[in-house]
Nanobody, 124 residues
């Protein structure tokens, strides 16, 4: 059974930074497409960043481009989301997800496994 666990959420001030981590059991993340999603209060879940298997490509939503960076550590079987220059609009529950073969058409499509989420709150 594949399980994803997010960590690193918390409270930050506007302009601050947080780094989210996603770790997996039962799967090697390097062989999967791994994405970060978030769900803001009153909004639908949105995909904000993704790294393709073996780090071949990256995707960022316009809302986070230039502020967030996705990366992976193969040795630790982890994927990170470095979030800089945070604003209150980044307040959300952040989820890690992974897509196993057959892969979706896009990096954020067809995720098979989901973590339970970690809360990020940015104060003004």
């Amino acid at each position: 059974e594949v399980q994803l666990v997010e960590s690193g959420g918390g409270l930050a001030q506007t302009g601050g930074s947080l780094r989210l981590s996603c770790t997996a059991s039962g799967a090697t993340l390097d062989g999967l497409n791994v994405g970060w999603f978030r769900q803001r209060p009153g909004s639908e879940r949105e995909g904000i960043s993704c790294i393709t298997r073996r780090g071949g490509g990256f995707y960022y939503a316009n809302s986070v481009k230039g502020r967030f960076t996705i990366s992976s550590d193969t040795a630790k079987n982890m994927v990170y989301l470095q979030m800089n220059n945070l604003t209150p609009e980044d307040t959300a529950t952040y989820f890690c997800a992974a897509d196993a073969p057959p892969y979706g058409l896009g990096c954020l499509d067809g995720m098979d496994y989901w973590g339970k989420g970690t809360q990020v709150t940015v104060s003004s």
